[in-house]
């Protein structure tokens, strides 16, 4: 048997966009926070210690919901909903609440990739 890999917390997700520009002004106004990288086709978003980069798409990867969708801790669910689809994104799957108590949604973004979001289970009062 192989030794086990070691695996240290996700650092980067990368989304791919056909048109940079207008992806950045984007998550900038929804994130409410400015790139901290920016180099030829990328530019990178850091939240809570990992990067949402967005990198224009070429002939090895392109915009979609297909495969993996990290999901971001946020405090509400839907207030995030209400407010990203409100600005052109549209809710893919979700919103709803899940078997662990969890709150979660898949946006589409408005350049065809998934943005999902999370919330923690609310706190089980022991006395009931």
Not at 65 to 83: C, H, I, L
Not at 115 to 122: H, I, N, T
């Amino acid at each position: 048997m192989t030794a086990q890999l070691r695996l240290g917390p996700v650092g980067n997700v990368f989304y791919f966009v056909d048109d940079l520009d207008a992806a950045v002004a984007w998550y900038g106004d929804r994130l409410g926070r400015e790139p901290v990288l920016r180099g030829g086709a990328l530019m990178a978003f850091d939240i809570g210690g990992v990067h949402l980069t967005l990198h224009r798409s070429d002939e090895f990867n392109t915009p979609g919901p297909a495969g993996t969708s990290p999901y971001w801790t946020v405090e509400d669910v839907d207030a995030v909903v209400a407010d990203w689809t409100a600005h052109g994104a549209t809710a893919h799957r979700g919103p709803k609440t899940v078997f662990s108590g969890e709150r979660l949604c898949q946006l589409l973004d408005p350049f065809g990739n998934l943005f999902s979001v999370r919330q923690e289970p609310a706190p089980v009062d022991p006395a009931t």
